[in-house]
């Protein structure tokens, strides 16, 4: 059973440029959530969705940032307009539809630099 | 606002040793914890949790302890192996909520 994937591993933007994360999460899950990392920082959560539904985007900035998870295909955070500010690693995370599990599986991250 | 917090950034212990990591929080209305383990590169990965129902939970070598009266929680390794090394993160959510609040993380070294 393959664990949350997330590509690419590594992204480079410049100022100003878009930058797309994906996230696969683990088969037979149905939540998915992003988290972003700053260095000397802990995960701070984004975004919290199910397919074609946003549940909590209490965490996302409220411009430039966008999350989306279509019926077919991985979820996608999507940044506009990159600024240095949002070089950070971000996870995405995703937990079966059984809220009793608790725990959440994390991908390997998405490393952002923006020169 | 941290609401959840883990004020030594590192810890260094002997192998064989108790590695105890310390974890605080302020939100009364969080009712599960969570401790995960992260490798360099890679992503945070579950570990052990516990419900505010308990005061402690075990599983093999690890142990969480929750005092919700101090509203603090602690991590024990007995005994501490090389391979433990890593960073450690607490967090904790509302069982109704759907994010996790994440400490800042502690670093275990556990030296051979």
């Known amino acids: 059973n393959a664990g949350v994937m997330q590509n690419p591993r590594h992204l480079v933007r410049r100022r100003g440029q878009e930058a797309r994360l994906r996230c696969s999460p683990m088969k037979g899950h149905s939540h998915v959530y992003w988290y972003r990392q700053l260095p000397e920082e802990g995960l701070k959560f984004m975004v919290y969705l199910q397919k074609e539904n946003i549940i909590d985007e209490s965490g996302m900035p409220k411009e430039r940032f966008s999350a989306e998870f279509p019926k077919e295909g991985p979820s996608i955070l999507r940044i506009q307009q990159v600024v240095r500010g949002d070089s950070a690693a971000y996870f995405c995370?995703?937990?079966?539809?059984?809220?009793?599990?608790?725990?959440?599986?994390f991908g390997p991250g998405t490393r952002l630099t923006v020169t | 606002d941290q609401q959840v917090k883990q004020n030594s950034p590192s810890l260094s212990v002997q192998e064989g040793r108790i590695s105890i990591l310390n974890c605080d929080y302020t939100n009364s209305m969080f009712d599960y914890f969570l401790w995960y383990k992260k490798y360099p590169a890679e992503g945070p990965t579950f570990l052990i949790s516990?419900?505010?129902?308990?005061d402690k939970n075990e599983d093999g070598r690890f142990t969480v302890f929750l005092n919700k009266s101090a509203k603090h929680l602690s991590l024990h390794i007995v005994p501490s192996q090389p391979g433990d090394s890593a960073v450690y993160f607490c967090a904790a959510s509302k069982w109704t909520g759907n994010q996790f609040y994440f400490g800042t993380g502690t670093s275990l070294t556990v030296i051979p």
């Open positions: 995370a995703s937990s079966p539809p059984s809220r009793s599990e608790g725990e959440q599986y």
């Open positions: 516990i419900s505010s129902i308990k």
